[in-house]
Nanobody, 123 residues
């Protein structure tokens, strides 16, 4: 089991870009799947993107073509590149690890969570 910690959240205007990072305590190559989730004000936590150890990635429909997830294995870090952000992207973004199988987008399938990093997009 690993620990994770997010960083990079900020306030940005619509149409701008932001890059989130998730540091992993331990060897990221030991992690089968990692995910990014977000929770907007008054909303449930939802999946944003996931990336598997073999490099395959998956995205929520709402962010396809705008967000990109990547793993820096040398630095044990997961990144989320957010481009052309929209006000509806506002929320607390969480990194998740220790996936136990099942849907990559199911929050219940991850055992380890960070504390989150806040992203605020203004119009």
């Amino acid at each position: 089991q690993v620990d994770v910690m997010e960083s990079g959240g900020d306030s940005v205007q619509a149409g701008g870009s932001l890059r989130l990072s998730c540091g992993v305590s331990g060897d990221i190559l030991d992690v089968l799947c990692m995910g990014w989730f977000r929770q907007g004000p008054g909303q449930e936590r939802e999946a944003v993107a996931g990336v598997f150890r073999d490099g395959m990635s998956a995205y929520a429909d709402s962010v396809k073509g705008r967000f990109s997830v990547s793993r820096d294995n040398a630095k044990n870090t997961l990144h989320l590149q957010m481009n052309n952000v929209k006000p509806e992207d506002t929320g607390m973004y969480y990194c998740a690890a220790d996936w136990v199988g099942g849907l990559w987008s199911g929050s219940k399938f991850y055992k380890t969570w960070g504390r989150g990093t806040q992203v605020t997009v203004s119009s």
